[in-house]
Structures are given as C-alpha cells and as structure tokens.
C-alpha cells in the first residue's frame, strides 16, 4: 500500500489543468467521497496493526498534498485568466447598503411638495445674520426680550452679528428686493440660546411662508392653512386659529390641528384636549412692509411659520427631540422612502 501510496504522490504532483472545470474535476477524481484517495482510506481498516500507523501518515500527508495541489492549480487559472489588472469583471459586486433619507429632511420636502402646488416657491437666505433682518426689520422693539443674550447667540456687538432665530430673516431679504405678488417659503436651520432637552434644542429647524399681493385676507391665511393641514394630516383633519401675538404681524395666531391619534376624542398626545398646535400666522404688520420698501397701503399679505422637528414628531410619533441629532443609524434607518 506504502508503493500505491508513492506512486499517487509522484502522479499528483505531475497534474496540470488548463482551467477551472478541470482544475474541479481533478478534485472530484482524487479527493471526493468516492475518490482515489478516499477509496485508500476504506482500504486502510484492512491494515495490519504494525503498519497502521506508518500507512496512516502517509495517507495523510497524500491528502494534504491533493489538496494543496488543486488549490494552487486554481489559483494558477485565476491569476492567468485575470492578468495584470487582477480584475475578475464575471464576480458579483459588493453590496453596498441602501441609505436612508433623515426624518427631517422627508418632512421638510413633504411640505415643500404641499406648498409649491399653490404657487409657492423655495428662498433660501444665510444663517448669519445682522439685527436689522433678524429683529429690526420684522417690528421688534429695542427692549425685546429676544434680543437678550438668553435666546439669541450674538456673534458681534455694535452692530449686531448673530445666528438667526427665524427664517423670517429670509422674508425681509426677499421683500426687499422683490416688488409684490409674492409668494414664497423658506425652509432653513436657526439657532436659540435654549437647554437641550426632550421637547428643545438649541439647533431646530424652520419653514416658513409668505404670501404679499392686492386684496389678500385672512380667509386666504384660513384657507390655505386648511388646505396643507389636510394634505398632510389626512383629508378628515380639522384646524383652529387662536388669538395671540407676533411682532411682525398683525391680527396674529396660533393654528392647532385636530389630532390624528385620537381624531379629536381626546388622547395623553394631544393632552385629552383634541387639539395640536402646530404653528404661528398672521396678516403681515403694515410697518414690515413700510420697512422693506413695499406700499402697506397697496398691498397686504400673510405670513405663518411651523418647525420641522415639531411636525415630525407628529408624523412619526417620536417624543424625544434629541434623536432627531445624535445621527443614530438605528434610528435613521426606519425612515426608508422611496427615490
């Protein structure tokens, strides 16, 4: 058996394939279950005992010699086949996995989407800004408290440099190089000097609209409010307009939206009062217009402003604000749509 064993050593070793089936074929014929090789190791129970184990090393080292053997004339095919460039275009390529667009950024398109079918178009304006078109501009007086270093990161003094608290910086800019009809919204990112929690952040995220023309009320306002509440809420929700105050518009607002948890009934999300609020509007103050350049006697207008976060976390059912900004891709992932 030690002389079959040597003279298979002797023909493996001279073995040759010109590509892989035969390469394949070679490994079937000397190493498969019912190979050469295999075939010596039933034999080898037949041994006798003072030969076992000098036979069963030889064995042995012919299996590993076969196998040796084969690989390297495998990876002779493949070196050959591939040549210089070492590419093999036939393999599969590496999956590359699918990413996911940010929960904020879906919102934010979403109502982009709703309001360009009403005409409304996208401005955009930088995140550093001066007093004038952040405060002045939009009829904040001097003694504002959103001047105070409490809710607004100043970057320089005299005159005043700072990160925007509102994109209705953006407005001011747009009014004043642009004459009337004007109908526009400017979504962007703004800065409070505010304690990051569940429910607040220091970097949020904006929209706002405005809308300047002859005649414009606030049933236009109404009306169109109505009209985004239920393109995003679902054709059944319901809005109301409560009294309060901006600076920079005149009769001002709050718009809550019916809840679409509860459909109204009363829920711990809407505080068992049926309601959202959702964002601020208003009829433009006349001394906006007087101060961008536009005629208040001509024209009239409104202006409403909702933050992104607040809407997706309506959207999505999400109760902390801070996972909105951590880049989790846990999280992030959920949020798969369609390109």
Request: proline letters at 5%; one cysteine or more; charged letters at 25%.
């Amino acid at each position: 058996m030690l002389e079959k064993i040597k003279a298979l050593q002797d023909e493996i070793a001279a073995l040759t394939a010109s590509n892989k089936d035969e390469a394949e074929e070679l490994r079937i014929k000397y190493l498969s279950k019912k190979g050469i090789i295999s075939q010596l190791f039933d034999e080898f129970k037949n041994v006798p005992v003072d030969q076992k184990k000098a036979i069963g090393s030889a064995l042995n080292e012919l299996k590993n010699q076969s196998l040796e053997k084969i690989n390297e004339l495998k990876q002779l095919y493949e070196a050959k086949r591939l040549g210089a460039e070492g590419l093999d275009l036939s393999l599969p390529g590496e999956i590359v996995p699918i990413g996911s667009r940010h929960p904020l950024a879906i919102v934010r398109n979403e109502i982009i989407s709703i309001f360009s079918r009403l005409g409304f178009v996208v401005s955009e304006g930088p995140e550093i800004e001066d007093d004038w078109h952040v405060f002045s501009a939009l009829n904040f007086p001097p003694e504002h408290p959103a001047r105070d270093m409490q809710d607004t990161f100043f970057i320089e003094k005299d005159p005043d440099i700072l990160l925007r608290t509102h994109t209705s910086s953006v407005q001011v800019r747009v009014m004043e190089k642009t004459q009337p009809p004007i109908r526009a919204i400017f979504p962007g990112r703004v800065f409070r000097n505010e304690a990051i929690s569940y429910r607040a952040h220091c970097i949020f995220h904006q929209i706002e609209g405005l809308y300047v023309d002859e005649n414009v009320s606030f049933a236009d306002l109404k009306q169109t409010l109505l009209f985004f509440a239920r393109e995003f809420f679902g054709d059944k929700t319901e809005i109301r307009l409560r009294p309060s105050y901006f600076p920079f518009t005149e009769p001002s607002a709050e718009m809550d939206v019916s809840c679409s948890i509860c459909g109204g009934k009363g829920c711990n999300v809407c505080k068992h009062t049926g309601w959202l609020e959702i964002m601020g509007c208003g009829m433009v103050d006349p001394n906006v217009f007087e101060r961008c350049g536009i005629d208040n006697k001509k024209y009239t207008g409104f202006a409403f402003g909702m933050g992104i976060e607040r809407i997706a976390m309506l959207k999505y059912g999400i109760k902390d604000l801070r996972l909105f900004f951590e880049n989790d891709v846990r999280f992030l992932n959920q949020f798969q749509v369609a390109y």
